[in-house]
């Protein structure tokens, strides 16, 4: 398992190597600050929250994006779990668009989890319906929308830093990649969206519960093929678990 871990994480570093070296490539600086929970009703069913704000540029210098996403979940299973459900997106666009442009994003995952003693990965295949306002001469939303799938596969990695691993007041390390394709027949040049690339740590409140805070930086193709995005994020992630069924016992 290790080393594919090696593997994936050398692979992301030479993907990183060859978007800087692209010519036409924009930097920004933005703060990522997030809420995610996951809830267990029963042995089968669940829910997903999720709520993110994003800056604009210059870390704290307006506000880009914000996100609500929701979903229902059943657990095939302690280890495997599908979601499906809907997300709310409102984002200023770059460039000299001034409106904000609202987006529908019905969505659905398999998620997995792969935990020992020493290690905990969690990865996921996500596929997103992208339903964004059309703008009309960057001042204006338009009538109807623009379309296309997205596909996105998440993986993260923590590794405890000392002896006592992941429970009240532990601190491992955290690393985090997610690849985003476009699809659809809108989509010309930009089939490859973004890559997410994060390294942090965990502060872990107990065993299910931790706030991530790290370094991300997210490599964008942009729709016209031949030009990127380059974002240094300061990314503060709360990831909240619950399990509600009956006879469960806290953890602390």
Known sequence: MRSRILIFLFTSLLLYSSAFAQKQTEHVQQVWIGYLNQARFSEHFGFWGEFQLRTKENFFEDLSTSIVRLGLTYHINDKVRLTAGYAWVNAFPNGAV??????????????????????RLMQWIRLEERFRRK?????????????????????????????????????????????????????????????RFFAGFAYHLNARDNIQFGYMNVFQQLAAGNRYRSLHVARIFYFHNIDLRKNQKSKS
């Open 98 to 119: 001034t409106v904000s442009q609202p987006e529908h994003r019905p969505w659905q995952q398999v998620q997995w989890l792969t935990n020992s003693p020493r290690i």
């Open 135 to 195: 703008i009309e001469a960057n001042t204006a939303l338009g009538e109807g929308y623009n379309f296309n799938y997205r596909v996105r596969y998440n993986f993260l990695m923590t590794l405890p830093l000392g002896q006592q691993a992941f429970v009240k007041n532990a601190v491992s390390l955290v690393f985090n990649d997610e690849i985003h394709v476009n699809l659809g027949k809108e989509i010309v040049y930009n089939y490859f969206d973004q890559n």
